[in-house]
């Protein structure tokens, strides 16, 4: 079954939806597995001395019921060999005043030199500060080592409000472009018809003129040969006005007039 404009329409909006939101989830994803932490300040390592570095995630989304944030360090030498090490982690809201976690010990994960803590996503948006503290065993000795970063929760209003206003934006463009190829098709529909009318008029007119000039030419011979036979039967008396009127329709009756 054919499909009309506003079904066509409708899918078409679907379907760019729904690549618009992969696109934007696959982005995320990706920002956040080949750019993780961008606050990371470089430095000159030394040797004899523990480094951390952030590797988790910098950007979240409000209010996703379940979800759940980490923050995730690595702990390492001068060369970036993993160390041992035991290490506590702090975040604060964006207020500054109020703790998300406060000294929360932090896991050793399967990556040697890797530690980590999970958290829940808060359902208040802004920019949250951790600090991370480790007591860290280099070559035999013990040495605090301290760092921190930052990571930012977006509210998920603003990101449907956002989505909303792009996929209307696309609604928009759609009908535009629906409305100029059928006002293209409309013209082009006029056009055709207008010239195969003006052809129609005119072979029209060409066979009616065609006809009159065959008729014009018939009836001339007819009176010449009308004349002419009756004038011979007056000179020999033998050929009936009957006779002729049979050969003018012998003659005439195969000429038709062009259709």
Same mark, same amino acid.
């Given at each position: 079954m054919e499909l009309n404009n506003e079904q066509k329409n409708n899918r078409k909006a679907s379907f760019l939806i729904l690549t618009f939101i992969f696109s934007f989830i696959a982005g995320f994803v990706i920002s956040q597995i080949f750019f993780p932490s961008q606050n990371a300040i470089q430095e000159i390592r030394t040797e004899g001395n523990a480094y951390i570095d952030f590797i988790s995630g910098t950007?979240?989304?409000?209010?996703?019921?379940? $979800?759940?944030?980490?923050?995730?360090?690595?702990?390492?030498?001068? @060369?970036?060999?993993? #160390?041992?090490?035991?290490?506590?982690?702090?975040?604060?809201?964006?207020?500054?005043?109020?703790?998300?976690? #406060? $000294?929360?010990?932090?896991?050793?994960?399967?990556?040697?030199?890797?530690?980590?803590?999970?958290?829940?996503?808060?359902?208040?948006?802004?920019?949250?500060?951790?600090?991370?503290?480790?007591?860290? +065993?280099? *070559?035999?000795?013990? @040495?605090?080592? @301290?760092?921190?970063?930052?990571?930012?929760?977006?509210?998920?209003? $603003?990101?449907?409000? +956002?989505?909303?206003?792009?996929?209307?934006?696309?609604?928009?463009? #759609?009908?535009?472009?629906?409305?100029?190829? *059928?006002?293209?098709?409309? $013209?082009?529909? +006029?056009?055709?018809?207008?010239?195969?009318?003006?052809?129609?008029? *005119?072979?029209s007119n060409q066979i009616s003129q065609l006809n009159t000039t065959i008729g014009n030419v018939q009836t001339n011979i007819e009176n010449f040969l009308s004349a002419y036979l009756r004038a011979f039967s007056d000179l020999v008396g033998t050929i009936s006005s009957g006779d002729v009127n049979s050969i003018l329709d012998r003659i005439f009756g195969t000429i038709s007039p062009v259709r």
């Open positions: 950007e979240y989304i409000a209010g996703m019921l379940g $979800d759940q944030g980490q923050t995730i360090i690595r702990v390492s030498d001068y @060369k970036g060999n993993p #160390l041992t090490a035991t290490c506590n982690a702090t975040i604060v809201y964006p207020n500054k005043t109020v703790y998300l976690m #406060l $000294d929360q010990l932090m896991t050793a994960s399967s990556i040697q030199g890797n530690y980590y803590t999970t958290f829940q996503i808060p359902s208040v948006s802004g920019i949250y500060e951790e600090y991370v503290v480790c007591e860290v +065993n280099v *070559s035999g000795t013990m @040495k605090t080592t @301290k760092t921190s970063s930052s990571f930012h929760v977006s509210p998920i209003l $603003d990101l449907f409000t +956002n989505i909303s206003s792009q996929i209307s934006g696309l609604n928009e463009s #759609l009908y535009n472009v629906n409305g100029s190829i *059928s006002n293209q098709i409309t $013209d082009t529909n +006029n056009s055709i018809s207008t010239q195969i009318s003006q052809t129609n008029s *005119s072979l």
